[in-house]
């Protein structure tokens, strides 16, 4: 089972700011990775899947990088809907797809 | 565009079966794989396993033993069946969608509260 480790686990930015969040597979999952936002009481929304495609309807300040182990979620201008709980997920070698624990994307 | 709703009981004891059940409203279900996916504060979140229009199943081989997923095409439903519960059950359970092709899920249920007590 590859094991998804996202970091950190609480990230603390300004509206406005520019946020990097980070997910590591413990082998390499090609671009077959997807980044999901989760917001309280909902379900989790996907916005980026193989690695960089925006999914429909997510804006351009959404921006995913990277292949292999290592996979970066960008927020270029953060707005006051955009802090929330963020998940990789590696659909590479499955069953079983796993996701990483989150990042808590919190305002400052 | 495609809604799912689901439903099931929410307070099951140690040793009982859990059932969920979710329905398709507003889209094909054929082309898809439709994914049962658990969230608890222990453990994030968990695929559980998915099937397809034609009854094709795949399992987290994790919980396989404890698994059962089955389809309705006539009513666009499908259903999670876990056996043998423990407190470690104890999460919140989404339905959720998957395109043949792809293991990403574009479209989520609302989710369901299943505690499991004694």
């Known amino acids: 089972e590859i094991v998804m480790t996202q970091s950190p686990a609480t990230l603390s930015v300004s509206p406005g700011e520019r946020a990097s969040l980070s997910c590591r597979a413990s082998?390499?999952?090609?671009?077959?990775l997807a980044w999901y936002q989760q917001k309280p009481g909902q379900a989790p929304r996907l916005l980026i899947y193989?690695?960089?495609t925006r999914a429909t309807v997510i804006p351009a300040r959404f921006s995913g990088s990277g292949s292999g182990t290592e996979f970066t979620l960008t927020i270029s201008s953060l707005q006051s809907e955009d802090f929330a709980v963020y998940y990789c997920q590696q659909y590479n070698n499955w069953p079983p797809i796993t996701f990483g624990q989150g990042t808590r994307l919190e305002i400052k | 565009q495609v809604q799912l709703q689901q439903w099931g009981a929410g307070l099951l004891k140690p040793s009982e079966t859990l059932s969920l059940t979710c329905a398709v409203y507003?889209?094909?279900?054929?082309?898809?794989?439709w994914s049962w996916i658990r969230q608890s504060p222990g453990k994030g979140l968990e695929w559980i396993g998915e099937?397809?229009?034609?009854?094709?199943?795949n399992y987290n081989p994790s919980l396989k033993s404890r698994v059962t997923i089955s389809v309705d095409t006539s009513k666009n439903q499908f259903s999670l069946k876990l056996n043998s519960l423990t407190a470690a059950d104890t999460a919140l359970y989404y339905c959720?969608?998957?395109?043949?092709?792809?293991?990403?899920?574009?479209?989520w249920g609302k989710g369901t509260t299943v505690t499991v007590s004694s």
């Open positions: 959720a969608r998957r395109w043949e092709l792809f293991r990403y899920m574009d479209v």
């Open positions: 193989g690695a960089s």
């Open positions: 082998q390499s999952v090609s671009s077959n």
């Open positions: 507003g889209g094909s279900f054929t082309g898809y794989y």
């Open positions: 099937i397809n229009h034609s009854g094709s199943t």
